[in-house]
């Protein structure tokens, strides 16, 4: 679809381990929380926490949403690091800081259906995604569920941007590739999606 841009190795492989050693930071600081489906209350398959001055969560009591606390903490998310902002000026196009970082962690079998990122007040501001660790496969439609969708793999060090005509469109992840990246000892796969929720 026209304005979803991959970009192949965007992070070499020193950048990745020095980005994912500083996440571990911000993970101690904001742990992993599992959030649940507005209306089911279904846990979601992947487990998450946010950096930057808002973070993305949900819950059957709140629905989807941005806060400024940690859900289960109370406190302040961290701050985003260097590396994460430098990555959304250098292709984000656009003039204003994100405000959000999900950090999005997928485990053994954790997938995201497709789903439109809606939330914002600002939707002139791209999506930008971030990847570490084990292979994805991403699969992206149009702007209604019903559009044709196409796939591809997103390694580690990839970046994703969703702009233009494409801000809105459906998309997710059918699985991991377990194995496919030594990044993490663990394996597994770390997702940052960033975002500008406010109008500058």
């Not at 993490?184 to 500008?196: A, K, Q």
Request: neutral net charge; charged residues 20%; glycine residues 10%.
């Amino acid at each position: 679809m026209e304005a979803v841009r991959l970009i192949p190795g965007f992070f070499d492989r020193a950048a990745q381990e020095a980005l994912v050693e500083e996440l571990r930071a911000v993970l101690r600081a904001a742990p992993l929380f599992t959030p649940t489906m507005p209306r089911s209350g279904k846990p979601f398959s992947v487990r998450m926490s946010n950096c930057g001055p808002l973070g993305w969560v949900s819950d059957q009591l709140g629905g989807y949403r941005y806060q400024a606390l940690h859900p289960t903490t109370g406190q302040p998310w961290p701050p985003m690091p260097q590396a994460v902002l430098r990555a959304w000026e250098a292709l984000s196009d656009y003039p204003h800081p994100p405000q959000a970082c999900l950090i999005n962690w997928y485990g053994p079998g954790a997938r995201m259906g497709l789903h439109q990122d809606k939330d914002e007040q600002d939707l002139g501001a791209p999506v930008l995604s971030l990847s570490f660790g084990d292979t994805a496969v991403f699969r992206v439609g149009g702007i209604e569920r019903t559009d044709p969708t196409t796939s591809f793999r997103i390694a580690s060090g990839d970046a994703v941007v969703l702009g233009g005509a494409a801000r809105l469109a459906f998309h997710g992840v059918d699985r991991v590739i377990a194995g496919s990246s030594t990044l993490l000892p663990d394996g597994g796969r770390i997702n940052l999606t960033l975002r500008r929720v406010t109008p500058p």
